[in-house]
């Protein structure tokens, strides 16, 4: 069985899932899925996708936008708990500038390996709406990847403390891939990699930052991110962060640079 991640409905193999992503899910695709979509397709233009449930479909996630928002502002927590109210750290200044090697200095392509990010998770967009800096907000969720956040973002580097998860999310909406790893179990060559990858992606819009999982317990030891994106390493590569790189740098929502 395959269960949908947009709306949590299970099918029978492959096909019948890709067809249920034609039909009910167009507009909330992200690329990886959407390029699934139009190769099981094959890109005709009879399988042009009905209105309604595409409506249908902006509307749930408009409504779950408002819903987490409202929650947000009125102190609740939604369930979730220990992740409530985590803010991180004001003042964080990242590492110095390194020079960049290898994979990590090389340009990115147009997009992502499809292979290396099979296991790309994306989530709900939780809205883009600016609170005051230093108001808690209560992510049920973290790392974020949208939701309500801060005017201020977090310029690239490699940092040894979090900065302010508002600003970070806000950094997302920018363009950024932010990389959250686990303090207690990077690995040397990890650290030197994210320090490159960092120092050579420092756009406005297309920033690489790297900083520690706030997260007592953190989902793997390097959790990598992009607006509304996740990708989970226990071990960590620098191609497949490349790829990542690729398919969601500078693709921001609030200024797409590629």
């Given amino acids: 069985m395959v269960d949908c ?24 695709l992200g690329a990886i899925d959407r390029r699934r979509v139009e190769d099981h397709t094959g890109g005709e233009e009879g399988n042009a996708l009905p209105v309604g449930p595409i409506v249908i479909g902006v509307v749930v996630v408009l409504a779950i936008g408002l819903t987490v928002y409202v929650t947000q502002l009125s102190g ?13 750290t004001t003042g964080a200044q990242p590492l110095s500038a390194v020079e960049a090697t290898g994979v990590e200095a090389s340009s990115l392509d147009e997009t992502g390996d499809s292979d290396r990010l099979s296991s790309v998770e994306q989530f709900p967009d939780r809205g883009n709406n600016h609170v005051e800096e230093g108001s808690a907000i209560d992510y049920q969720r973290v790392p974020p990847l949208s939701g309500t ?3 201020s973002t977090v ?3 490699f940092y040894e403390a979090t900065p302010l998860l508002g600003s970070l999310v806000h950094t997302l909406e920018h363009g950024a891939v932010i990389v959250y790893y686990d303090p207690d179990e990077i690995s040397p060559e990890a650290r030197q990699s994210l320090r490159e990858f ?8 297309r920033s690489v930052v790297a900083v520690p999982n706030p997260n ?37 929502p609030e200024n797409p640079v590629r």
């Fill in 155 to 157: 310029s690239a580097g």
């Fill in 149 to 151: 956040h801060y005017a």
């Fill in 198 to 205: 960092s120092s050579v992606h420092t756009g406005t819009w």
């Fill in 216 to 252: 007592d317990d953190p989902r793997a030891t390097y959790v990598v991110t992009a607006w509304r994106h996740e990708l989970t390493m226990d071990s960590y590569d620098a191609e497949t962060v490349h790829a990542f790189l690729s398919e969601y740098l500078g693709r921001g």
């Fill in 5 to 28: 991640e947009y709306c949590g409905e299970s099918f029978d193999g492959d096909d019948a899932y890709l067809d249920h992503l034609a039909d009910a899910h167009d507009g909330e």
């Fill in 76 to 88: 609740g927590d939604g369930g979730s708990g220990s992740d409530a109210d985590l803010v991180g």
